[in-house]
């Protein structure tokens, strides 16, 4: 879908859109801004009575415009047909799902694939769960998720690409291409949705759902480029957000809505609100009742009510009482039909409802191939001594620890609505691969007690100790121990905030014991989330960050353990030394008082108790392979031809064939708003044999030097400018160029 900027002219479906407007009552084109979750099986008896009565006839009288949650070809078709062949005008329904990191073959957690800074891995994944979806009956996800989060402490950092703007709007680019295609009437694409806008990510105290309360230096320099990479690379719909930002709900927000996203970029898709998300702008205090708050959504440009049944039930009331402009729920409708004729469901609501297809592709080894390529380039190792990694592959006693070696559902992650459980490929299951090995399993202790599902909270407290003895007793035989800990996959996503960020339950006294048997120990984080880890990091020789990688997690982390691929992941979040860090981040401002002064004077900006440091930085990741950065230089012709040229020699040192993401960094040291200590500008995937080595080199404009003032414009101020080259945010060589 095309911004407005881009398309002045009235196209065909233009002309389709006007046309089927113009015959549309009132109450009809109310119903296609009002979406309901699937609320009955639909391939089975017609509700008779009570609420699914209710909204089974609204969908016979032309009231519901997209349905949630409904999938599989029979059940799609099923609602399809009520809505095509026995409403008036027989305009298709939109089909939307959650498709986060897959469908039923699930790719790793969104966190995760964005430490692999690949991007062509990154689309090809969406492109794969949008293959499986689609086969399934559905055209929409709520997906991807461009939410830029500072805190680990937030649930939802497992849905996003980090804590930078810069890699998270090319990471936002690459999902909605992947989702998109080129052709989004092809059978095998779906429509993506940008979400959610604006500012979730910054929800006070990491607890979901919370006020935000940002200035506008961030909202526009750090939250809102990576939305505005969405609409640049053509996004059908977005998603407005739960939060408030400053006093209003962004449901509510006209600001948002309407000023920027469809006024100033141009947007000319539809946004959904999120679940609820009108009628709970009571409980903020905005709205007085549930016809206020359909009334402040409207006006504020969400034209979706997504399970408010506010839209549905209040909004032609409030158009007869001219209490919203009837030209308001045009603009709506048309935005929704619009997307409805260029998914091609006018030329056939049945185009996604194919079951030969579906047996097909779901499951299929194509995608399962793609699931295994972006788990293994989505591990980060994180730390390698005493030469522990790679494994040998034969001819080693090797410990197993860790109920989460043996998991095969807590691998698939949160936001894995149509997986099965059961389906992931454990790590003991990976490991066995490579059998001249001998392995020898112990639990060691619980992860989680009680229900382990979406809905219910888990239980972390686990006070079951008797099983530790096995455990430092397998490890005291080993020459190798492999200790699996973190987190279940659903102790991270959506209402998942959590006050601490260590080990859950009994797992770090798990840790302490086996090594205090046998130093040789490789930890295996599997987490939704960055983990404040400050123990294991000082005392462990080996951690591999694994994340939740999905379907193919156990195959994945098996491979990178023993070599046969070479790790080459990069952290898109800070790793905090402690809870009470957070939020941390690599981009933060200089303050007045940064350094310390003198020995004796403590009146500068630093903890008492720990230090500023992170336990790992953004942008780290080490290899097989070592790497030697060498002869840093820089060319400036900005003021002759508005570029400054910055390169690096990168050396494989190592006996590994292997990849280096080599990264640029600016710093803008003197501003008329002040500007962060380090800014990603750039960066470079670089593959090296043993004893190769490459130049590396960069280009930076006008753009790249640019930020956004306060009210939103977008400016360059000439200056001093540092400019850095490395393997992570912390690398310190670098020189000044100065632009007159």
Known sequence: MKNSAQNSTKSAIDYKVDSLLAIMTLEEKVGQMNQYNGFWNVTGPTPQDGDAAKKYDDLRRGRVGSMLNVRGVKEVRAVQKVAVEESRLGIPLIIGFDVIHGYKTLSPIPIAESASWDMEAIEKSAKMAALEASAAGINWTFAPMVDISRDARWGRVMEGGGEDPYLGSLIAKARVRGFQGKDLSSASTIAACAKHFAAYGFAEGGRDYNTVDIGTSTLYNTVFPPFRATVDAGVMTFMNSFNELNGIPATGDSFLQRDILKGKWGFDGFVVSDWGSIKEMIDHGYAQDLKDAARLAVIAGSDMDMESYAYVDRLVALVNEKKVDVALIDDSVKRILKAKYELGLFDDPYRYCDEAREKKITGSKEINEAALDIAKKSIVLLKNELNLLPLKKEGQKIAVIGALANDKTSPLGSWRI???????????????????????????????????????????????????????????????????????????????????????????????????????????????????????????????????????????????????????????????????????????????????????????????????????????????????????????????????????????????????????????????????????????????????????????????????????????????????????????????????
């Open 418 to 740: 149509a997986a099965e459980d059961e389906t992931a490929v454990s790590v003991l299951e990976g490991l066995q691969n490579y059998n001249k090995n001998e392995y020898t399993y112990a639990k060691g202790v619980d992860v989680t007690t009680g229900r382990t599902d979406f809905v219910y909270e888990l239980d972390i407290n686990t006070t079951d100790r008797s099983e530790i003895p096995q455990a430092v007793a397998v490890a005291k035989k080993a020459d190798v121990v492999i200790m699996v800990l973190g987190e279940h996959g659903f102790q991270s996503g959506e209402a998942r905030s959590r006050t601490q960020l260590d080990l859950p339950g009994l797992q770090q006294e798990l840790l302490e014991a086996v090594y205090a048997e046998n130093k040789k120990v490789i930890l295996v984080l599997t987490n939704g989330r960055p983990l404040a880890l400050p123990w294991a990091a000082e005392n462990v020789p080996a951690i591999v960050e694994a994340w939740q990688l999905g379907t193919q997690s156990g195959h994945a982390i098996a491979q990178v353990l023993y070599g046969d691929y070479n790790p080459s992941g990069k952290l898109p979040m800070t790793f905090p030394r402690s809870v009470g860090q957070v939020p941390i981040y690599y981009n933060y401002k200089n303050t007045g008082r940064p350094n310390k002064q003198d020995d004796r004077i403590v009146f500068w900006s630093h903890y008492t108790d720990e230090e500023n440091t992170p336990l790992f930085p953004f942008g780290h990741g080490l290899s097989y392979s070592t790497f030697e950065y060498s002869d840093f230089s820089i060319n400036n012709e900005f003021n002759t031809n508005g570029k400054i040229t910055a390169q690096i020699n990168l050396k494989n040192t190592g006996i590994f064939k292997g990849k280096e993401v080599v990264q640029l960094y600016i710093r803008d040291k003197f501003a008329s708003v002040t500007r962060p200590v380090r800014e990603l500008k750039g960066f470079k995937m670089v593959e090296l044999t043993p004893r190769e080595t490459q130049t590396i080199t960069f280009e930076l404009k006008k753009e790249d030097l640019s930020f956004f003032n306060n009210e939103g414009e977008f400016i360059f101020e000439p200056g001093e400018f540092e400019i850095y080259i490395g393997g992570s945010s912390i690398t310190t060589m670098g020189d000044t160029v100065t632009i007159e």
